[in-house]
Nanobody, 126 residues
């Protein structure tokens, strides 16, 4: 069974930065596109960023483009989300996800992901 565990969330002020980490079991990481999604209270889960298995291709939601950076360390089975210039509207539970094999392209839909973490809360105060 694949496992993903997010960490790094917390309460920050607008303009601050946070780095989220997602540690994965080998099965839930190797060869897969990795993604970050978020879900604000009362809203649907939405795509934030994704990175292909080689790390050479990334994509971002328009709302975070230029502020967030996704990266991965394949030796550590870990994917990261560096979040800068945080805004109150970034407040949400952030989820890490691993796509179905093979991870050759960017996936932006929830149904394209096989494994999910439990989420980590990010709260940005104004």
């Amino acid at each position: 069974q694949g496992q993903l565990a997010e960490s790094g969330g917390g309460l920050v002020q607008a303009g601050d930065s946070l780095r989220l980490s997602c540690a994965a079991s080998g099965r839930a990481f190797s060869g897969r596109t990795m993604g970050w999604f978020r879900q604000a209270l009362g809203k649907e889960r939405q795509f934030v960023a994704a990175i292909t298995r080689s790390g050479t291709i990334t994509n971002y939601a328009d709302s975070v483009k230029g502020r967030f950076t996704i990266s991965r360390d394949n030796a550590k089975n870990t994917v990261y989300l560096q979040m800068n210039s945080l805004k109150p509207e970034d407040t949400a539970v952030y989820y890490c996800a691993a796509s179905y094999l093979p991870g050759l392209r960017i996936e932006m839909t929830l149904s394209s992901y096989e494994y999910w973490g439990q989420g980590t809360q990010v709260t940005v105060s104004s």
